[in-house]
């Protein structure tokens, strides 16, 4: 076993060496550096198309999906080794994409045959852009209440064997850059968790329309999105019809994972570290004290991943992950604001890369927001692991 | 791997309800503290684990122990947190075996510990914070010996030990760290004068004045000025081991604390059901699973002599602490009125923490050591 992964690391070594581009393995210099595939999307560069390219071609963009469904087919193990030495030369990730850390999960485990492999080999090919459609203007934390309206048109009538889609979301990350759209929609009024049903439909659809929101980091990250007689074949429903928020709090498990580790991402690297010198006593105080929690928390995420792999993890574990890990990203972010000074609030200049720290200061006050808040966390946790009474 | 193996869980299987039962609050801390015993731990306990193999778990195979390493000792810690269960494991099982491993005096005196009969205790504190470099115990070659003059303090079980093992100053300046050496003495040396303190736990540690204790040069354990790394590692084995005690005392508290909130009525409903209290639950919950990630992973890397280990005991034994601060915080402000009462439990845990945080560093020093190691 571990002559053959020794054997997998030394194949992977010096494949990557031979396939990733060099200019593929220098850091991100910011959000914009990545590559996240679709109809729409600009390469930076050749050697970003190049890279996406070989890794999807060999599955290695979603290394651990089956092989028939576009991915790599590696144990976790492999997928591991493979992380590691992408790690060790600096390698990018060749493809960001929700398709990859959240619908795509949820595809593998509700998703019929067709589906499958219709919808993940284009998302481990970065051919499609997905973005989520979940939030809208009177369903935030309360979810569930959402009010989008799928009704469906029977083979009998005029055109008919549809889903007809009317209503707005909200917080739809990246919408005007989507192709598609994974969609939770009210498909009976009978039951609030019992008549949602999980909807794919292609954002170039008539009637679907986006306008992007201005955030206080100066970005339009998010987007409202109207629905207006939006048609959705019937073969775009996921799972069973009413049964939509099985595949939704599924999905949002995923989510929550991908974004506490955003907080971190790996890194078992010290904040004070990556700062320099701190001549304030005071700060530098605060930075290790953050730095004890940073650390302890990369241990609780290496962790947190094995037992997830080994199927021991708490179903409401995503949720602790999700809340500990946004709230020390926001924390990370305000003691680099507070070791940055004055400089660190330049907005526009060349010197601060175009107010590059202040932004992305602003950009993680929405991490304990998005994707369910941390109250809602806190309150997934007193209910489903300490079992408190009506939490 | 951050699951534990078959064999660690069957320790754990093993050692759990022993700890809930034969160490349980009542019938070892609160027997032994209201009948004022002098140790402040049973000796008898200590007899069941060595029978049980746990006093030599860390003490090598081919001396008479189970070779086990840091994880499987932090196991056990974490059980002993979370009965509160007094017994010089911490002191002997781990600290002083770690100090007296691959020396001479581990033939002396490791029958004994794997035994549970022997105590041995170690003395580093000389002030009232933990500051190992600051060591200023004066060790003068006499003879062909050493003659020791100086102070300890906040020497845990030093009262009941056989055994001192005494960090003193051979060669340069209090803060440096070259020119420390550790020294084996037994505990009825002549000069030694132990005064035994009860602390707020009702543990004992003692303080001890040293006057011109005459002792050979084979007391010396390792080398001549030369003692600061089977020091640090000794340390580094008993703060990894206090991180899990901690986890264990936070664990306890917190278990206690949130059945009490499925419990306690007021306002016509169960207090468990306000979102005031849920979600401080909640959090605490999540620290205290960090804490433990973190001393697991501390105890992993000295298992595998990684040089990360030292900076990750000094991230579990601060995090522990503050885990552990919390829990038994919000476990007597939770448990209200009765939190504050003698009649129960919730405060044992609160004062046992308090000595446990101070014991090796606190949170404050490991932060120091974090950003030191770190370079920053």
Redo the contacts between chains.
Sequence with gaps: MTAELDTFRNETRAWLEANCPAEMRVPMRSEKDACWGGRKFVFQSPAQKQWLDVMGERGWTVPDWPKDYGGGGLSSAETKVLKEEMAAIGARSPLVSFGISMLGPALLKFGNEAQKKKYLRQIALGEIRWCQGYSEPGAGSDLAGLQTKAEAVSPGEEGGDHYLVNGQKVWTSYADEADWIFCLVRTSTESKHGGISFLLFDMESPGVSTKPILLISGNSPFCETFFDDVEVPKDQLVGVENKGWDVAKYLLGHEREMISGMGLGGEKQALGASLGGIADPLLRAAIADFDVDSLAFAAMSEQFIDQLKAGEAHPAMPSMMKYVGTELNKRRHELAMAAGGSEALEWDSDRSKGGKRARDWLRTKGNSIEGGTSEVQLGIVAKHILRLPGA | ???LTDDQRMLQDTVRPFMAGEGAIKAQLRHWRDIGCKDGFGHGLWKQLGELGLTGMLIPESAGGAGLGQVEANLVLEEIGRNLTPSPFLATSVVAVRALQDSPHAGRWFPGIAAGETVVALAVDEGKAHDPAATALEAKRQGNGFLLNGQKQFVIQGGSADLLLIAARTAGAAGETTGVTLFAVPRDAAGIEVENVALADSSKAARLTLSNVAVDADAVIGEVDDGWVRLSRALGAGRAGAASELVGIAAGASEMT?DY??QRKQFG??I??F?A???R???L??EI???R??A??AAQLIDLGDPRAE??T???K??AG?AARLAVQEGVQMHGGIGMTDEHDIGLYMKRQAVLDELFGG??F???E??RL???
């Design positions: 791997m951050m699951i949130f909130l499925k409903r169960l468990g059901e979102q209290l849920q979600h639950a909640a959090y919950y999540g699973e960090i804490a990630a973190a697991l992973k900076l990750m000094a991230v579990a601060a995090k503050k949170p404050r490991h932060a120091g974090v950003a770190s370079g920053y």
